[in-house]
């Protein structure tokens, strides 16, 4: 709305910030009114990553930063492709998890093998407890070969070392849990997984 996305400028952060307050301010109007629990949800959009991109690049065409890719980065996070560092990301989503308390997720991406850096596991965690994140992942890649089960946390793991099979999954955190095969997610869903980047 303003030329940039909120991970990237003040101005977008003050406007979301905004829009989600207005959201979260007429949810308790009709809790009050109607005496029920409403409340606002960061949308996971497991379901809406690439439909509403589609239906809006079909009336709007493709715009730079909105529409140019296949799919959108769901709730209030940064966009999966910027670059920046984990505190950076918490501080700029965390004040949307006090706003969307019907649910949301903060995550970091890492590289390497996080099953043997529990510091980093830690260090993370700790940004979650300072900035009070409600609910939170870290994210790092898993090989999977497979036809043997071999796993390690090698990029671009083309062939198995322990069977030479070329059946090779990369496991990874895409909606809120680990997947077993990427076979059965959508292009728009893979794009974005390809598109992400590690925080660092």
Same mark, same amino acid.
């Given at each position: 709305l303003v030329g940039k996305h909120h991970g990237e400028s003040e101005e977008a952060q003050a406007l979301g910030l905004r829009i989600v307050s207005h959201m979260r301010s007429r949810a308790n109007e009709f809790s009050e009114k109607y005496q029920h629990n409403f409340s606002v949800l960061a949308t996971p959009a497991e379901g809406l990553s690439g439909k509403f991109t589609k239906a809006d690049r079909k009336s709007f065409g493709v715009l730079p930063g909105i529409t140019d890719k296949i799919y959108y980065?769901?709730?209030n996070h940064v966009p999966v492709y910027y670059h920046c560092s984990p505190r950076h990301k918490?501080? %700029? $989503?965390?004040p949307y998890h006090e706003l969307?308390?019907?649910?949301? *997720?903060?995550? %970091? $991406?890492?590289?390497?093998?996080?099953?043997?850096?529990?510091?980093? *596991?830690?260090?993370?965690v700790d940004l979650m407890d300072k900035y009070n994140i409600g609910y939170g992942s870290v994210n790092h890649d898993r090989n999977r070969c497979m036809t043997c089960g071999y796993e390690d946390a090698q990029e671009n793991l083309d062939e198995c070392p322990k069977c030479g099979s070329h059946?090779?999954?990369?496991?990874?955190?895409?909606?809120?849990?680990?997947?077993?095969?990427?076979?059965?997610?959508n292009n728009a869903k893979l794009?974005?997984?390809?598109?992400?980047?590690?925080?660092?």
């Open positions: 980065t769901n709730s918490a501080k %700029v $989503e965390a969307t308390r019907g649910g949301h *997720i903060f995550y %970091v $991406e890492i590289d390497g093998d996080a099953t043997h850096n529990p510091e980093a *596991i830690s260090d993370i059946d090779i999954d990369k496991l990874q955190r895409i909606t809120g849990y680990l997947v077993g095969t990427t076979d059965r997610w794009a974005e997984l390809n598109d992400r980047i590690v925080h660092k």
